[in-house]
């Protein structure tokens, strides 16, 4: 059983409380580590949004969100009671003066309290939102702000909204949040590659022949046609999850486990990420779209089709959305352990599987003592399995059992974290959130990491917006365009599939 370290009592204020996110990730994820005890009755749940409900309405939708999203054997219901007794609503205008006044006075309540804000809004209302709280004096030596991606939409925006919030909340109190940085197996790549030598001897060019990284989903846009069309694959994935673990797999060893040393040492990968101009981010970049098709057995409707269900994405005179929902692209990363190692990166809606991999391919042997009739000619792999069926393989050749001569062939060692140590995984945001609360930033993103992941992120963007033609049609249910697999093929590889 993990340890559970009880964190102090405090008051999290969420502003975007009757969204999406807070229903189906921060409601349940709190819930969790309450019925662990992580937290006692002590501790408050505020929700801040602009819909005039009450305390006992908005608990009414908290609980429907318990039920939708958790499995039935976590739904205890003495638990479920005294876990929506902490929970308070306040109507509050993030732009406007309404409600902040009856916040306040709440929050006064109980001075003492560490205090968390957690903006799950629009990211153009951040600044506002905390020149605000500053307002009414609600930022003090034991606040925390969390803020949700995206942080903006591209470098110069995310520039403004740090800035904005700088002004009035201290870097140490600020907690950007990446959730992938919560999940157990992005959190094991440290373990992996410091806490075994085996590996971290090997962690390099002269061994690596390359990287793969690959987070693929089954879902569509479903019901968040609204926001992703603004964004698209790029924004949504690229800029912070994947990069995060191309970090996380490419940077040196830090100093010691602080914050900052780790955040240090990740900002060195993004800064040493070759840039890409326009022109040669067409080369290595690859876009689509998905069309019709049929994922898991069942029939889809394109992209087009699914964002005709939100207003406001059609484009008058403009033809269809060129928005991607599916990206490939080759990074290389400029230092001395990773010169001329390739990192292959895609990720995209509606693939065939839901895996979310990281393949590390070794280099052949450099002469064959083997015979060609000793056929399987295959290079080691390490496939690191981040969800599901979390868990390690290390691909070696071995010799088939049996007279007849040496034949070779390939077989793995495997790792099932799950079958290993028997629990489930607690969702990346159960973690997050009680960091958060214990003010430990480790896995947060500095300021400084996120404009640097922006930076790279730029000139595809730009790439993008002068070929707005480009996103290459997939079908629903395949691994993306045909040129995404050119893209690998073209320098002699594959993608692990
Ligand atoms: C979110 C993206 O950050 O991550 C979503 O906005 C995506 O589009 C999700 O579906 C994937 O997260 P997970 O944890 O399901 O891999």
Request: glycine letters at 8%.
């Amino acid at each position: 059983m993990a340890r559970i370290l009880p964190v102090p009592s405090f008051d999290c204020v969420v502003f975007g409380a009757t969204g999406d996110l807070t229903m189906r990730k921060l409601l349940p994820s709190l819930y969790g580590r309450f019925r662990d005890r992580q937290f006692g009755t002590d501790s408050r749940i505020i929700g801040a949004a602009r819909s005039l409900l009450s305390t006992s309405e908005y608990r009414q939708r908290a609980e429907a969100a318990l039920r939708a999203h958790l499995p039935a054997a976590e739904l205890e219901p003495e638990v479920i009671g005294a876990f929506l007794a902490l929970i308070e609503y306040r109507p509050v205008g993030a732009d406007d003066s309404r409600g902040w006044e009856a916040l306040v006075a709440l929050l006064e309540e109980r001075s003492g309290q560490v205090r968390v804000f957690y903006l799950a809004t629009s990211p153009d209302l951040y600044g506002a939102v905390c020149a605000r709280l500053a307002g009414i004096g609600a930022i003090n030596a034991r606040s925390r702000v969390v803020l949700e991606k995206p942080l903006g939409h591209d470098l110069a925006s995310a520039r403004a909204i740090n800035e904005a919030v700088g002004v009035v909340v201290p870097e140490a109190q600020t907690f950007r949040i990446d959730h992938y940085l919560g999940k157990e197996t992005v959190q094991n790549l440290l373990a992996l590659r410091f806490a075994n030598p085996i590996f971290e001897r090997l962690w390099n060019a002269d061994v690596i022949d390359h990287v793969q990284i690959t987070v693929a989903e089954t879902v569509g846009v479903e019901t968040r046609g609204g926001y992703y069309d603004r964004a698209g694959a790029l924004r949504d994935m690229v800029q912070n999850h994947m990069l995060q673990l191309l970090c996380l797999l490419a940077m040196e060893s830090p100093l010691s486990l602080d914050a900052d040393a780790v955040r240090d040492e990740k900002l060195k990968v993004l800064r040493a990420l070759r840039p890409l101009s326009p022109r040669e981010a067409q080369a290595v970049v690859v876009r689509g779209q998905y069309g019709a098709g049929a994922v898991e057995g069942q029939p889809v409707p394109g992209y087009l089709e699914n964002l005709a269900a939100f207003p406001g994405t059609e484009r008058e005179g403009w033809g269809p959305s060129t928005t991607e929902t599916f990206v490939a692209l080759k990074a290389q990363v400029d230092s001395w352990r990773w010169a001329g190692v390739p990192f292959y990166l895609r990720t995209g809606k509606r693939l065939p599987r839901k895996v979310s991999e990281i393949v590390v391919q070794f280099r052949m042997p450099p002469f064959s003592l083997f015979p060609p009739e000793a056929q399987a000619r295959e290079p080691n792999r390490l496939l690191i399995r981040l969800q599901p069926e979390e868990g390690m393989r290390l691909e070696v050749m071995t010799k088939e059992p049996g007279p007849g001569g040496l034949r070779l062939r390939p077989t793995s060692l495997d790792i099932s974290f799950e079958k290993t140590f028997g629990q489930r995984f607690p969702d990346a945001y159960e973690r997050l959130l009680m960091d958060v609360v214990r003010g430990n930033p480790t896995l947060f993103m500095r300021r400084d990491e996120v404009e640097a992941a922006w930076a790279w992120v730029q000139p595809l963007l730009e790439a993008q917006a002068d070929r707005p033609e480009t996103p290459r049609p997939y079908a629903a249910g395949s691994w993306g365009p045909t040129a995404a697999i050119a893209l690998i093929e073209r320098d002699g590889r594959t993608w692990h599939e």
